[in-house]
Structure formats: structure tokens, C-alpha cells
């Protein structure tokens, strides 16, 4: 079953995408190019570019992605929307649409900051 969410920056999202390893309800002990997270597990998230999302856990921890490229328009319309299966958001495998504007793009590598 696929699922499709809106996620702007007032929003909440529970969404994710299948593929990853790593349990349900928890966030991925290591960054990079295979990390994943938990979407049910997102408190809220921060469009701080066309480059970049910011997405602060339930537990505090705040993870941020760096899309592989720059998604035009992405920050001026504060959303996107994105097509997830299972639990788990992963680095390098999710494709996100900005709101209004139709740009497709991917989410590159999740890096870990320490939590608030």
C-alpha cells in the first residue's frame, strides 16, 4: 500500500519508505549514505534551503539531509510532498516533490547533530 503525505513547515509527517534495516521506532545509530529514519518518529522539520531539510526527532536528535542537488523552489513554497512504504525513511532512496511547483528530487546522505 502506498501512502502519500503533505509536509510543510507547520506540518507533522508519519511517513517512510521500506528498505531499511534498522527496528521500528528507532533512529539510525550512524550517518551517511545508508542511514534511515523513522518518520512516526518525526517531531517537526525545517526546510533550511533548496539543498537542505532538517528533521528533529521525538527524542531530541536532529537529523538533516542533504538533497543531491539543489530543488528549486523547494524553500519558497515550505513543503514537499513524497510517496512512502513501510517504516523507514532512507538516505539516497526517497524522491520528494515540491509543493506546488512539481519539482521532483532525491534526498541525498543523512548527517546526525547532537540533540537539543
Request: contains cysteine; neutral net charge; proline residues 3%.
Amino acid at each position: 500500500m502506498i501512502k502519500s503525505w503533505r509536509v510543510g513547515l507547520a506540518g507533522m509527517a508519519m511517513i517512510a519508505v521500506a528498505g531499511c534495516a534498522s527496528p521500528a521506532g528507532e533512529t539510525p545509530a550512524a550517518a551517511g549514505p545508508n542511514a534511515c529514519i523513522n518518520p512516526t518518529q518525526i517531531q517537526k522539520q525545517e526546510i533550511v534551503s533548496d539543498q537542505e531539510i532538517r528533521f528533529v526527532m521525538n527524542n531530541g536528535d536532529v537529523w538533516t539531509n542533504r538533497l543531491k542537488r539543489e530543488c528549486q523552489g523547494l524553500k519558497f513554497e515550505g513543503g514537499f510532498t513524497w510517496d512512502v512504504r513501510g517504516t523507514r525513511v532512507c538516505a539516497n532512496e526517497q524522491i520528494i516533490t515540491v509543493l506546488n511547483a512539481g519539482n521532483t528530487c532525491s534526498l541525498g546522505e543523512f548527517t546526525k547533530s547532537a540533540a537539543s
